[in-house]
């Protein structure tokens, strides 16, 4: 799942030729075959929208239609750029996350945020498995921590800052990931959110973006994915196919 047709074009290049576009009402749907010894024959790419309410409804349509299909997915993956909190995460770096979070669901209250678990509802994390995480990021040379996920770009120190507070173990935020992330769990299907860096999160200054370096990263670590051995988790919950 990737939010803009940019995103998507990077990961395809990263994975292989394409093999087949696919109509969805959700999108078109680009198949792409996987590379010789990857742990799958092929993979879908689907451009989703941004923002976390366009991305759940994307992969939880295109979930739905594979699961009807005969053909469950057996992981999910949100890829793409975003922003990333320094020292951790330096602009051109890749984060492979080990808790997608919510960062903005909530209220605000008289003593500050509170989280929509707070409030008795709901969930604002999940978790993709840990080898995974690991095996992937050891493959993308990624940084593996925490992905925050909001529906407003953060665009002064002071949001960063208190960010950082609530979230100490963050090194980048986007807007997509925890929205795909409720979409897999919905499906029982393993979720993996992986980011490349195009600019720092903080004062906004579109002259220090650097979204062609990102673009070029996130290639080079999706490519990583060919080679991890990931599949039996998959093959447990009886899928087959990332998506």
């Known amino acids: 799942m990737t939010a803009v047709a ?36 092929y993979a879908d790419v689907l451009v989703g929208g941004v923002g976390p309410a366009a ?4 992969a939880g349509g295109a979930l739905t239609a594979a699961a009807l299909g005969g053909d469950p997915y057996g992981l999910v993956v949100s890829a793409g750029i975003g922003g990333g909190f320094a020292p951790g995460a330096p602009v051109g770096g890749v984060v492979v996350a080990d808790a997608i979070v919510a960062a903005d669901l909530g209220a605000e209250t008289a ?42 770009v953060t665009g002064s120190a002071a949001r960063a800052a208190e960010l950082t507070d609530r979230h100490p173990r963050a090194l980048a935020e986007a807007m997509e990931g925890f929205g795909v992330a409720e979409a897999a769990a919905a499906h029982g299907c393993p979720v993996l959110e992986i980011r490349a860096m195009s600019n720092a999160v903080g004062p906004r200054d579109r002259t220090a973006w650097r979204i062609p370096e990102a673009l070029a990263a996130l290639t080079s670590a999706v490519a990583g994915l060919a080679a991890v051995r990931w599949q039996g988790s998959a093959q447990a919950s009886g899928r087959k196919n990332p998506s």
């Open 111 to 152: 003593d500050g945020f509170v989280p929509v678990t707070g409030l008795g509802f709901g969930t604002v994390e999940h978790r993709p498995p840990a080898a995974l995480v690991r095996d992937v990021a050891a493959a993308a040379g990624a940084a593996v921590g925490t992905v925050l996920t909001v529906s407003t």
């Open 55 to 58: 991305a759940a409804a994307s």
């Open 6 to 41: 940019a995103e998507r074009d990077a990961v395809v290049a990263g994975l292989g030729p394409t093999v087949t576009h696919r109509d969805l009402p959700a999108g078109t749907l680009t198949r792409v075959s996987a590379p010789p010894g990857a742990p799958f024959g």
